[in-house]
């Protein structure tokens, strides 16, 4: 918890110590009011107090005493609305840095751990964290102390009543009860709703980790995310507000029957002390005994949640300074020498030698299993080599500083990465767009023909990883991502599996054109036609993984 979130919650106890010393306070006014309407004598021991106030002819008293309860209960329900907004909000900020932790934490996290382990640290953790461990602390230091309060004040008033058997207690509420369960159903119903589509942001961004931070762009699956899933936290908060209702309402319709039964024994001048003084005691018992229960449940509530307090405590990896005038940095060439990977015993790369600069392109090609990727994560910083060196810019570079280059990258996988969005949104991953990286990136990837097919356009919204739409289609929009991105080194991994052969070899030639424009390109391809407009050739089918042509 931050600094901030421990002081409010600090003061939350603090309101509800104080609403519930108010509770007592007001028992015992309550039991000032029995006096006066049942033992009339002892009025003289209130001298102090005004003689309307202490007049048993008048149901002034009791009115005055009503309201006053009104009202605190009013502060009291307010004060557990705010505790119930705390929890919202503390768990939404939570969840942003859990997400956030993933989104900058270590490819090994994103490849070997399942996305529903993921979810669930990111979404029910932070809110059982809240609602399980602080909540129950917070409500055990309440309830504690209202049981010692009322407790106490029974004792000084009549010890022997303390013995008294509580009794149930059936206030006429069952129109609040009927009320407040539509009011139920209907948050719940919203927080279904808008826990599916976080869910959705979620799994996406949680997917999108590699294009995440190739395009810059952990700002972007954040706020869609967070969007939602402030919408979700919102509405378990008006449920908890909602369950917690009938209790305030309970304790003031049966004041208002203690009220019935003082004005029925002052008309009818009957003397109704003995039922007056067992409700009273019914209304603290009422404090007690569901006190006693409560505390036991949050005992065992609190340890059952308690795994949540230490995988809320990881914090993001600690990542090394960086020069300033690191970021941003043009990727002018890129060397791997003697570079060796090995994985669970086995040599995926072993010896790997290559150069590039600008206007070259690089096709890397190698059957099935033989590190096409891998390479590609080790230039990346995902991975780091068991052997030999990286350069950038002629500049031998360990894994973080790898990792800054991104921003001069684009990357085009073979599954194309999409999220339940607009084209627009697909392309630019942003909301904030540049029409003319725009128009020529839509161009290049021959989407103008997808796009007029559709009366939306760039508005038109794709279905859940572009289900809607053909692969060829989903692999135009990928490539146009990387176009807008307007990177010095594209990344591309056969990113053309699911296009024609005219189509194949038109982008090939604009790769082509940009590669002598200035730019590093980079294909793994398994098809050798594809390999004709490169200019370099890399075998990983080679014993020794060299460079095999140069142009």
Same mark, same amino acid.
């Given at each position: 918890?931050?600094?901030?979130?421990?002081?409010?919650?600090?003061?939350?106890?603090?309101?509800?110590?104080?609403?519930?010393?108010?509770?007592?306070?007001?028992?015992?006014?309550?039991?000032?009011?029995?006096?006066?309407?049942?033992?009339?004598?002892?009025?003289?021991?209130?001298?102090?107090?005004?003689?309307?106030?202490?007049?048993?002819?008048?149901?002034?008293?009791?009115?005055?005493?009503?309201?006053?309860?009104?009202?605190?209960?009013?502060?009291?329900?307010?004060?557990?609305?705010?505790?119930?907004?705390?929890?919202?909000?503390?768990?939404?900020?939570?969840?942003?840095?859990?997400?956030?932790?993933?989104?900058?934490?270590?490819?090994?996290?994103?490849?070997?751990?399942?996305?529903?382990?993921?979810?669930?640290?990111?979404?029910?953790?932070?809110?059982?964290?809240?609602?399980?461990?602080?909540?129950?602390?917070?409500?055990?230091?309440?309830?504690?102390?209202?049981?010692?309060?009322?407790?106490?004040?029974?004792?000084?008033?009549?010890?022997?009543?303390?013995?008294?058997?509580?009794?149930?207690?059936?206030?006429?509420?069952?129109?609040?009860?009927?009320?407040?369960?539509?009011?139920?159903?209907?948050?719940?119903?919203?927080?279904?709703?808008?826990?599916?589509?976080?869910?959705?942001?979620?799994?996406?961004?949680?997917?999108?980790?590699?294009?995440?931070?190739?395009?810059?762009?952990?700002?972007?699956?954040?706020?869609?995310?967070?969007?939602?899933?402030?919408?979700?936290?919102?509405?378990?908060?008006?449920?908890?507000?909602?369950?917690?209702?009938?209790?305030?309402?309970?304790?003031?319709?049966?004041?208002?029957?203690?009220?019935?039964?003082?004005?029925?024994?002052?008309?009818?001048?009957?003397?109704?002390?003995?039922?007056?003084?067992?409700?009273?005691?019914?209304?603290?018992?009422?404090?007690?005994?569901? &006190?006693?229960?409560?505390? #036991?449940?949050?005992? $065992?509530?609190?340890?059952?949640?308690?795994? %949540? =307090?230490?995988? +809320?405590? *990881?914090?993001?990896?600690?990542?090394?300074?960086?020069?300033?005038?690191?970021?941003?940095?043009?990727?002018?060439?890129?060397?791997?020498?003697?570079?060796?990977?090995?994985?669970?015993?086995?040599?995926?790369?072993?010896?790997?030698?290559?150069?590039? &600069?600008?206007?070259?392109? #690089?096709?890397?090609? $190698?059957?099935?299993?033989?590190?096409?990727? %891998? =390479?590609?994560? +080790?230039? *990346?910083?995902?991975?780091?080599?068991?052997?030999?060196?990286?350069?950038?810019?002629?500049?031998?570079?360990?894994?973080?500083?790898?990792?800054?280059?991104?921003?001069?990258?684009?990357?085009?996988?073979?599954?194309?990465?999409?999220?339940?969005?607009?084209?627009?949104?697909?392309?630019?991953?942003?909301?904030?767009?540049?029409?003319?990286?725009?128009?020529?990136?839509?161009?290049?990837?021959?989407?103008?023909?997808?796009?007029?097919?559709?009366?939306?356009?760039?508005?038109?919204?794709?279905?859940?990883?572009?289900?809607?739409?053909?692969?060829?289609?989903?692999?135009?929009?990928?490539?146009?991502?990387?176009?807008?991105?307007?990177?010095?080194?594209?990344?591309?991994?056969?990113?053309?599996?699911?296009?024609?052969?005219?189509?194949?070899?038109?982008?090939?030639?604009?790769?082509?054109?940009?590669?002598?424009?200035?730019?590093?390109?980079?294909?793994?391809?398994?098809?050798?036609?594809?390999?004709?407009?490169?200019?370099?050739?890399?075998?990983?089918?080679?014993?020794?993984?060299?460079?095999?042509?140069?142009?």
């Amino acid at each position: 918890m931050t600094g901030k979130e421990r002081q409010k919650l600090g003061l939350l106890i603090f309101l509800d110590i104080a609403i519930s010393v108010a509770d007592i306070v007001f028992l015992a006014l309550l039991l000032f009011i029995i006096q006066l309407y049942t033992q009339p004598s002892r009025s003289a021991s209130y001298s102090f107090l005004p003689s309307w106030l202490r007049d048993q002819r008048s149901i002034l008293p009791i009115a005055i005493f009503f309201l006053l309860f009104s009202i605190k209960n009013l502060v009291g329900f307010l004060i557990y609305r705010a505790q119930c907004k705390f929890i919202g909000q503390t768990s939404t900020r939570l969840s942003s840095d859990k997400l956030q932790a993933f989104l900058e934490g270590e490819y090994a996290n994103y490849i070997n751990v399942d996305s529903a382990i993921h979810i669930r640290k990111i979404i029910n953790y932070p809110i059982e964290f809240c609602q399980h461990i602080l909540g129950g602390i917070q409500q055990i230091v309440t309830q504690t102390t209202l049981i010692i309060l009322t407790i106490t004040a029974m004792l000084i008033f009549n010890a022997k009543l303390f013995l008294f058997l509580f009794i149930i207690l059936l206030p006429p509420i069952i129109a609040v009860f009927y009320l407040v369960k539509r009011k139920l159903r209907s948050s719940r119903m919203h927080s279904k709703a808008t826990g599916e589509h976080s869910l959705q942001h979620l799994k996406e961004a949680l997917s999108g980790f590699v294009e995440s931070n190739i395009y810059n762009k952990n700002d972007f699956f954040l706020s869609r995310f967070l969007h939602w899933q402030t919408k979700f936290n919102k509405h378990i908060a008006e449920l908890l507000v909602l369950q917690g209702l009938p209790n305030r309402v309970m304790e003031v319709f049966a004041l208002l029957g203690l009220f019935a039964l003082v004005a029925f024994n002052h008309w009818a001048a009957n003397n109704g002390s003995t039922i007056i003084m067992v409700g009273a005691f019914i209304a603290a018992a009422y404090k007690i005994i569901p &006190g006693i229960v409560r505390i #036991l449940n949050l005992s $065992g509530q609190i340890r059952a949640y308690e795994f %949540t =307090i230490a995988d +809320l405590q *990881l914090h993001p990896r600690g990542l090394p300074n960086t020069p300033t005038n690191f970021f941003g940095k043009p990727i002018r060439s890129l060397r791997f020498d003697d570079v060796s990977f090995r994985f669970s015993n086995h040599d995926l790369l072993k010896n790997l030698n290559f150069k590039i &600069g600008k206007g070259d392109f #690089l096709g890397i090609t $190698g059957d099935s299993g033989k590190g096409k990727t %891998t =390479i590609l994560n +080790l230039l *990346l910083g995902f991975l780091t080599q068991t052997g030999g060196t990286i350069s950038i810019n002629d500049k031998i570079a360990n894994t973080f500083e790898r990792q800054q280059y991104w921003q001069q990258i684009s990357y085009i996988k073979q599954q194309p990465f999409l999220i339940h969005d607009t084209i627009l949104r697909n392309i630019v991953l942003d909301e904030v767009v540049n029409d003319d990286k725009l128009h020529r990136a839509v161009q290049s990837a021959g989407l103008t023909e997808l796009l007029n097919t559709y009366p939306e356009k760039l508005r038109k919204v794709i279905a859940e990883n572009g289900r809607n739409i053909s692969g060829g289609q989903r692999q135009r929009i990928a490539i146009a991502r990387a176009l807008y991105k307007d990177a010095s080194l594209i990344i591309l991994d056969e990113p053309f599996s699911e296009l024609d052969e005219s189509a194949e070899q038109s982008l090939l030639q604009r790769f082509k054109v940009l590669s002598q424009e200035g730019r590093l390109v980079i294909l793994i391809t398994h098809n050798r036609d594809s390999l004709l407009f490169c200019n370099k050739i890399v075998s990983l089918d080679m014993s020794d993984m060299s460079l095999r042509r140069s142009v």
